[in-house]
């Protein structure tokens, strides 16, 4: 085991969810619980209920009236969209040590945000019913990057510089210099987290979603929105070089360039309305 996956999987251990939401979760875990119990474990924590509900009320949902209070908010989305609220929400303010000079938090989330709400326009697309689970997979696919440029920054950063002058998938360029890769390190955190195994699955192998097994569909459709969001970040063509998705994703998706470029176009629209939502990312609100 290399030093640097010690230190990168050290330093993740110390990474925790606000208690609320660990609260929220063992909640919906049990057999039976009321939406009562789902409200009153996220209003438990005001910073955390004030976040829902600024979500909640943002032009994401397209709410005609308020919402004011959690309970009415879980009766009219549910209890697993509150809680995939409640879990993004919390990832956001997880990081608040990692130095801006090093790292641009704001457009990390912004990609991340284009990521999610890509994916689920893809889900949509493809008839997936619960497509809105398909948004926080999407969203916190790039995880691992969150731990790694804490961790270990400036070997992280060299490794983004390596891929982008040479042009080479980035987890490919992590496992040549570091020894190990963001989306095998996103995967750990979730599982240290205990998060559902359809985010780990898509976390860890969206760049190679051959690799899925119980999720393939899922893990296809964030990996194609994760090249969208990679292609719209650094002003590349989709469907070119290292921006071109795996042909089994497409071929899972159901979908082609053309329809994927028309997603980018709706997407785009709503990134920026989300990031204000969800700012301030990474601190304390």
Request: proline letters at 5%; aromatic letters at 6%.
């Amino acid at each position: 085991m290399s030093t640097l996956w010690e230190k990168v999987t050290r330093d993740a251990k110390l990474i925790t969810l606000p208690e609320a939401y660990l609260r929220l979760k063992g909640v919906i875990g049990r057999p039976e619980y009321g939406i009562s119990d789902v409200a009153e474990a996220i209003s438990s924590d005001p910073a955390l209920t004030t976040r829902v509900l600024r979500l909640v009320n943002s032009p994401y949902f397209g709410m005609a009236s308020r919402i004011d209070t959690v309970i009415r908010a879980v009766n009219l989305l549910g209890t697993q969209q509150i809680h995939d609220l409640a879990l993004a929400t919390s990832v956001s303010h997880a990081f608040s040590g990692i130095d801006p000079a090093t790292f641009d938090m704001t457009q990390f989330w912004k990609s991340s945000i284009y990521r999610g709400l890509a994916a689920q326009h893809l889900a949509k697309l493809r008839g997936v019913l619960d497509n809105e689970r398909l948004f926080v997979a999407g969203l916190l696919s790039d995880l691992g990057h969150l731990i790694l440029y804490q961790s270990i920054p400036s070997e992280t950063l060299k490794a983004s510089e390596i891929s982008r002058q040479q042009q080479r998938p980035l987890v490919e360029v992590e496992r040549e210099t570091l020894g190990l890769d963001y989306a095998r390190v996103g995967a750990t955190l979730m599982r240290q987290w205990q998060l559902p195994e359809s985010l780990i699955e898509t976390t860890e192998y969206h760049p190679e979603p051959s690799r899925a097994q119980k999720n393939p569909l899922e893990t296809a459709i964030v990996h194609i929105a994760a090249l969208l969001s990679k292609a719209k970040t650094d002003d590349r063509p989709f469907g070119e070089g290292i921006l071109q998705p795996h042909p089994t994703a497409m071929k899972m998706a159901e979908t082609s360039l053309a329809s994927c470029l028309e997603i980018d176009t709706e997407v785009e629209a709503a990134v920026d309305d989300l990031l204000r939502t969800l700012a301030p990312m990474g601190k304390a609100s």
